[in-house]
């Protein structure tokens, strides 16, 4: 409660005309379209029991592009007319004569929206051959686009969709179909049943004349099927068979059976995003999903694994357990590129470990140490703001700040605290304080490396049996988790904030500051550290790091690139190839 009534206090100080006021709570959204592919509109009706928490008269929906036809708001059983308009802010309003509440009540729209064909967001149709096909992509703001709704991912509700199509049609939704039923002029009428909460971002459907592949059940039984245009079922096997490659890892790893219940993947011919993590109906760029005749088979193979186990892992991240706000998004990206990630070194030799997770944030290092770095975490105060909300930072450095965690709290102690973070927020909101509370004494570390930008960097020495460990960079207020090991010297970890004094029984021959190749930050060695260190005895993540810590700090001659240049580790022999001037 007391995490609830925080939030109503911060999102009270936000800008009026982007968030949705707090005196109105949404509790279920009932939706019922009727949709045809081949026309450019169609039409709806939203129904949305609230809760009112003070007397009020006006009462604010978001909505872009759809035209009100009529609307009223049900009040102690009765209906009352309340006329509505569109607003600035991407809102519909609803008047009333007279104030209403506080207590339940019930918002209904009839509307017309439109199906575009040249956009990508909200609802839109494709052509594909000679067909028709209707899609959807919300995220992050455009749910709006569809239905009237609260679309801020703090308002979770249950969802109850039902579509009018034509009977040679058929649709798919988040949760699985309940009826089918016949109606007049060659339509028909398909129910699906209500939802667990869910951010209206992520609510999905489609429609269209699909062809269906039913795989085999994933992981604890999970229903599988991938949905794409006519003529393409052939192309979908190596899709539904990665779904069972891959969930049973990640219901392993959260202790969680699939949260939702179904699992379809749709093919959408144009996209904006390589793929949606919509629960139970998770949309790829058809490209992304499908084998095609020409693909490289086992190397698509695995890229379609790769890929799915960021979108299934989302339905744990992001969907079961969602941000409150935009600021936050990492808590769902983030995740999910690091899970996958975690889950794909599965497929790898235990030597192999956090190979392609170094190279991922080596990337992202490049980009922070220049001139367009930002934050992880940014407020989200407009639309124009979350053009960036998913923005690599989000998902790569978030990603590298999770791998780090890994490797100093340990990977059973992180394991055990998302555990209890993902039962204790089940289908709830979750704030970054949330993730903090269940992982303790990670906040100095969290808050240092998601507020603020660029990378630490480190040092030691050992002399008179004391190693000292030291930032170099230390203008800035980073609490970084160092841990190292050496010649005859077991991993150790401590959170550095300036400089460290760590007593020891005496110098080891040599000591690697990244122990693991887990941290985010770069270590400075002298030319005789280097000499005494032993690359052999170093991890595959370790000597990537180290290839690419020498390549930072410009120290382009040290021969232990001649060394690395002919690594077993084709990426570590790439690396040092590339660094070493020729």
């Known amino acids: ?25 949404p509790k279920k959204h009932i939706v019922e379209l009727t949709i045809d592919p081949a026309r450019d509109t169609f039409t709806g009706w939203a129904r949305i029991e609230v809760q009112l928490t003070k007397a009020t008269n006006v009462l604010r929906v978001n909505a872009k592009d759809l035209e009100p036809l009529s609307s009223s708001i049900t009040w102690k059983g009765s209906a009352i007319p309340a006329p509505a308009s569109v607003v600035v802010g991407e809102f519909i309003e609803l008047e009333l004569a007279s104030p209403i509440g506080p207590g339940p009540a019930t918002i209904s729209i009839h509307y017309q929206g439109k199906l575009d064909e040249t956009a990508i967001v909200g609802p839109y149709r494709n052509k594909v051959a000679d067909d028709w096909y209707a899609f959807t992509t919300f995220t992050p703001i455009d749910a709006r686009r569809a239905f009237p709704c609260f679309d801020e991912p703090r308002f979770k509700t249950p969802w109850e969709i039902s579509i009018h199509i034509k009977r040679t049609d058929k649709a798919f939704s988040n949760a699985r179909q309940i009826s089918e039923t016949d ?61 069972v490659d891959v969930l049973p890892r990640l219901e392993a790893y959260t202790g969680i059976p699939d949260p939702f219940g179904k699992l379809d993947h749709v093919a959408v011919p144009e996209f904006k995003f390589g793929a949606v993590e919509n629960p139970g109906l998770i949309t790829y760029k058809a490209s992304a999903l499908l084998l095609s005749p020409t693909d490289n088979e086992p190397e698509k193979a695995r890229r379609i694994r790769s890929l799915q186990a960021h ?11 969602t941000q409150a706000t935009w600021d936050d998004v990492w808590l769902s990206e983030g995740f999910a590129t690091w899970f996958s990630a975690k889950v794909m070194d599965e497929e790898q030799p235990p030597a192999r470990k956090l190979l392609s997770s170094v190279a991922a944030r080596e990337r992202i290092m490049a980009t922070d140490a220049g001139p367009k770095t930002r934050p992880v975490r940014l407020e989200m105060n407009s639309r124009k703001d979350t053009d960036g909300v998913y923005s690599q930072f989000v998902y790569q450095k978030g990603a590298a700040i999770l791998v780090m965690l890994d490797g100093w709290l340990g990977e059973d102690r992180v394991r055990a605290g998302l555990h209890e973070y993902l039962q204790s927020h089940k289908f709830g909101n979750v704030t970054t304080g949330d993730l903090e509370s269940s992982l303790p004494g990670s906040k100095p570390v969290l808050d240092s490396f998601l507020n603020q930008t660029g990378i630490p960097s480190i040092r030691a020495k050992c002399s008179n ?60 060695w002298s030319p005789e550290q280097l000499a005494a260190l032993d690359v052999t005895k170093l991890t595959a993540a370790e000597r990537l790091t180290l290839v690419y810590d020498l390549r930072a700090s410009k120290n382009l001659t040290s021969p232990l690139l001649k060394v690395l240049e002919s690594d077993p580790e084709p990426e570590i022999a790439k690396a040092a190839i590339e660094v070493i001037p020729h």
């Open 1 to 25: 409660m007391l995490r609830a009534c925080l939030f109503l206090a911060f999102a009270a100080t936000l800008p009026a005309q982007f968030l949705l006021p707090i005196d109105v709570i």
């Open 183 to 243: 109606e007049p002029n060659n339509m028909k009428l398909v129910k699906f049943a209500p939802t667990e909460p869910l951010a209206a971002e992520v609510v999905a459907f489609c429609v269209g004349p699909f062809d269906v592949y039913e795989g085999t059940p994933a992981g604890h039984g999970t229903p599988i099927r991938v949905i794409s245009a006519k003529g393409q079922r052939e192309q979908s096997k190596t899709a539904a068979q990665a779904t």
């Open 311 to 321: 979108e299934v892992g989302h339905q744990w991240f992001g969907d079961m357990v």
């Open 465 to 524: 049996a004391h190693l000292t460990i030291e930032q170099t960079n230390a203008t800035r207020n980073w609490s970084v988790p160092v841990c190292w090991r050496g010649e005859g010297v077991a991993s150790s970890c401590t959170v550095l904030a300036q400089r460290a004094e760590i007593p020891v029984k005496s110098c080891a021959a040599w000591i690697y500051l990244n122990a693991g190749g887990s941290g985010y930050y770069r270590t400075e």
